[in-house]
Each structure stands twice: as structure tokens, then as C-alpha cells.
């Protein structure tokens, strides 16, 4: 049994009432099927072996909207843990090239 996490990024139009309507029911799924939220269009699941990220792959295919982008990409659980996580450190009234602005998280 190997573990691997499902990620899914997209990006959805939400100009229109039923884009929204679209974008809120795509949302829904993913929370409803077990996806972690990452940040505001990525969403993350973990599943038990390479047959059960196809099955969901599969179940992903089936609710993708009409209009917008999806992808999904398969990583094992060692290259989401190795992951690395940038976090802007740099004071909001400091600017130039002495700045050094970001701050690397490794877990």
C-alpha cells in the first residue's frame, strides 16, 4: 500500500450567476468527497494507493464544470511532505534589493 495525495487546482469563471452557481456546486464536491482545503482554488486529498487516485480521478472527471480549468496532479506522500511552503517576510514599507523577503519552511 503506497499513500498518495490527489492535488486539484483550478480556476473557474464567476461572472455570471450560474458560473457562481458552478464554481460554488465544484467547491461543494471536492469538501463533500474528502478534499482538504490548501488555499482559495487548490484542494488536496489523501487516498490509499494508485487504484484509489484513479477511482477519484474518475469521480473528478464527472463534476469538472463546463467553463474554466482543472488539473489534478498525483503526488506521493513523500513528495507532499517534502514540499517546501514560502512565506513572505519582508515589512510592507521596505522595498529594494536589500530586502530579503521570503522565508523557507521545509517539512
Known amino acids: 500500500m503506497r499513500i498518495m495525495r490527489l492535488l486539484v487546482m483550478f480556476d473557474l469563471p464567476t461572472k455570471t ?53 482543472v488539473v489534478a496532479i498525483e503526488l506521493t506522500e513523500k513528495q507532499y511532505v517534502d514540499r517546501e511552503i514560502l512565506v513572505e517576510t519582508r515589512p510592507q514599507n521596505q522595498t529594494g534589493p536589500n530586502c530579503s523577503g521570503q522565508l523557507f519552511l521545509e517539512f
Open 17 to 69: 450567476k450560474r458560473d457562481k452557481d458552478r464554481y460554488i456546486k465544484f467547491k461543494r464536491f471536492l469538501e463533500d468527497d474528502g478534499y482538504m482545503r490548501e488555499q482559495n482554488s487548490i484542494y488536496t486529498r489523501c487516498l490509499l494507493s494508485r487504484s484509489s487516485a484513479a477511482a477519484h480521478r474518475d469521480r473528478l472527471r464527472d463534476h469538472i464544470p463546463p467553463a474554466g480549468s
